[in-house]
């Protein structure tokens, strides 16, 4: 009988790790099947720009794993039962059950909408396809006088108020942040980043904490109210609660917790990538959930996997944070280096290189879905009963 992997989810992550697996482990031996919601690889790093009217280059998963043997079952995960080895999931046609041996969880993250009154009920996002797409309706409805609001002061609300900004410039847009916008940035880059904000024309409210969001507004715990026909709400990120609901061990935030091997420490069969794992990188800090690091824990999650299953060494990779990289539209942008301990480097690459220096950053990891083992040979790993890990069923 073959091993059946099951891999939940289909971003950066999974998709990378699917396919990466798929070209590593004989097809005898071993049946990959990704659960995926949608039948699309999405490019969450450019959700901002379909948000702001941008088209998205369309990236079936079926073209994706086309060649790898990899089942694709499109359906939304409802219910995991690590004791029982298996997932339920729900589609079109109703509940069904899949049944795994291993388990790679990569259901990544969302925007955390339910830590303040009424942003789940009137808010948008830009953490999800169906929640951009819903953002785009909204801002090409709204005439000369809209008016737009970005609540964050992150990577992501940067990104969303200047792709905004830029691609509807008869709109008055702000961005309201508790702390200090781009406060983590060395002098060169935050200086630049104001710059971008005066040419766009955005308003920045600093130290500005948002504590409800209704319809027309949104309002600081003061009293303090900032009218808006759209509040875009990027304070922030959460996993899916389904892992803690499940039984695995997880952080308070829900983020599953792991070995350096990316096993979860209470279901050693089940391997973590991406956002939902809680993962200590080498400066001694949790990994922020980014793709960055959803790229060096995948391939610490797939080393693992092959090695348990074929009895491999198992390389230890390095869990690195080397910088930010953030877009100001679609012809400008910032990449701030870090040192060890997460700080700014006085050194920022600025404007125009780095806007291009980004896109090509995600064009490659793009390419790299459907090339998972460039610059690495792919194999064909058999099978070995080596149940080295406890937990873990022989193959």
Not at 7 to 34: K, M, P, W
Not at 55 to 62: E, G, K, Q, S
Not at 115 to 130: I, L, S, T
Not at 358 to 377: C, E, M, N, V, Y
């Amino acid at each position: 009988m073959k091993h059946r992997i099951v891999i939940l989810g289909a971003g950066y992550a999974g998709a990378f790790s699917a396919g990466y697996l798929a070209r590593q482990l004989h097809a005898d031996d071993f049946e990959l099947t990704v659960v995926n919601a949608e039948p699309d690889f999405v490019e969450r790093l450019r959700l901002h720009q379909l948000a702001a009217g941008q088209d998205l280059r369309h990236r079936p998963l079926t073209d994706i794993f086309a060649g790898t043997g990899i089942r694709l079952r499109v359906a939304r995960v409802s219910d995991i039962d690590p004791a029982g080895h298996s997932v339920t999931v729900v589609d079109d046609s109703g509940v069904d059950h899949i049944h795994y041996d291993t388990l790679l969880y990569a259901l990544g993250s969302t925007a955390a909408v339910d830590q303040v009154h009424g942003v789940a009920e009137h808010a948008f996002h830009v953490a999800a396809r169906p929640a951009a797409l819903r953002l785009r309706r909204r801002l090409s409805e709204l005439g000369e006088d809209g008016t737009v609001l970005v609540v964050g002061g992150n990577l992501t609300a940067i990104e969303a108020v200047t792709e905004i900004a830029e691609a509807h410039p008869h709109l008055r847009v702000g961005l309201a942040t508790r702390g200090e916008a781009g406060g983590w940035l060395g002098p060169k880059a935050r200086r630049h980043l104001f710059r971008a904000f005066d040419r766009l024309g955005v308003t920045v409210h600093e130290h500005t904490t948002i504590d409800q969001v209704d319809a027309t507004a949104a309002i600081t715990a003061d009293g303090t109210g900032f009218a808006a026909d759209a509040v875009v709400w990027a304070a922030g990120f959460a996993v899916h609660p389904i892992a803690a609901a499940s039984g695995l061990e997880v952080r308070p935030n829900g983020q599953i917790v792991v070995d350096r091997q990316m096993r979860s420490v209470s279901h050693p069969d089940v391997y973590v990538a991406g956002d939902s794992a809680f993962v200590v990188g080498d400066n001694g800090r949790p990994l922020p959930m980014s793709c960055a690091s959803a790229g060096s824990t995948s391939m610490q999650a797939v080393g693992a996997i092959i090695g348990d299953r074929t009895g491999r060494d198992i390389a230890t990779n390095a869990q690195p944070y080397v910088g930010n990289h953030i877009s100001l539209g679609r012809k400008d942008g910032i990449f701030q280096l870090v040192d060890s301990d997460a700080h700014a480097r006085s050194w920022a690459l600025c404007g125009r290189t780095a806007a291009r220096v980004k896109t090509t950053i995600l064009d490659t990891a793009a390419w790299s879905l459907r090339h998972p083992t460039f610059g690495r040979p792919g194999h064909n790993y058999r099978s070995v009963s080596r149940p080295q890990v406890p937990g873990l069923v022989a193959g």
